[in-house]
């Protein structure tokens, strides 16, 4: 590899661990209590989780960062499995939650059962901020909160696709 394609990997791998170290400064700085799951300087791959009380559930989030490409992405796993049975309606409904989605997005791996909600952004010589990082966390917040219960309540059929399409709608 060139000189220049060198340095433009050592910049990428050291803004992302300036992001990375940003970002826990941010946490700090608001109150939340993070644990770091990865600190891979020679990958440049980091990666923190915390939780947020909702007001029905609590959240869990995950933020992690990458150099190649060199983005920020904030995700939430939701907290139910998925039966086999409910895979179709499941990612009917996540259709239905995506639509018109501005920001982020559901994602559900159908072999796992697994939903989660995604959110990210490019970091390409940019920095973290504590405006970017809240209004993105916020953002993020709000729609697992939202969303979190009714994914619930469908797979335990406390809810009908119809009434899920209903809420998604609204939100």
Do not use: W
């Amino acid at each position: 590899m060139d000189e220049e394609g060198n340095e433009f990997i050592n910049e990428a791998m050291a803004n992302t661990r300036r992001n990375f170290e940003q970002t826990c400064l941010i946490l700090n700085n608001i109150g939340y209590k993070y644990q770091i799951l990865r600190e891979d300087d020679e990958k440049a791959e980091y990666a923190v989780n915390f939780i947020i009380q909702g007001e029905d559930l609590p959240m869990g989030f995950i933020v992690e960062f990458s150099a190649f490409p060199e983005n920020m992405l904030i995700f939430s796993p939701i907290p139910v499995s998925i039966p086999e049975e409910k895979k179709v309606e499941v990612a009917l409904a996540i259709i239905t939650a995506n639509h018109r989605r501005k920001f982020g997005e559901f994602d559900f791996d159908i072999v796992k059962g697994n939903i989660m909600f995604k959110l990210s952004t490019c970091l390409i010589n940019n920095a973290v901020t504590e405006s970017m990082f809240t209004v993105l966390l916020h953002l993020a917040v709000q729609v697992v909160d939202a969303f979190n219960e009714k994914f619930v309540m469908l797979v335990k059929d406390l809810i009908t696709i119809d009434g899920f399409a209903s809420f998604a709608e609204e939100h």
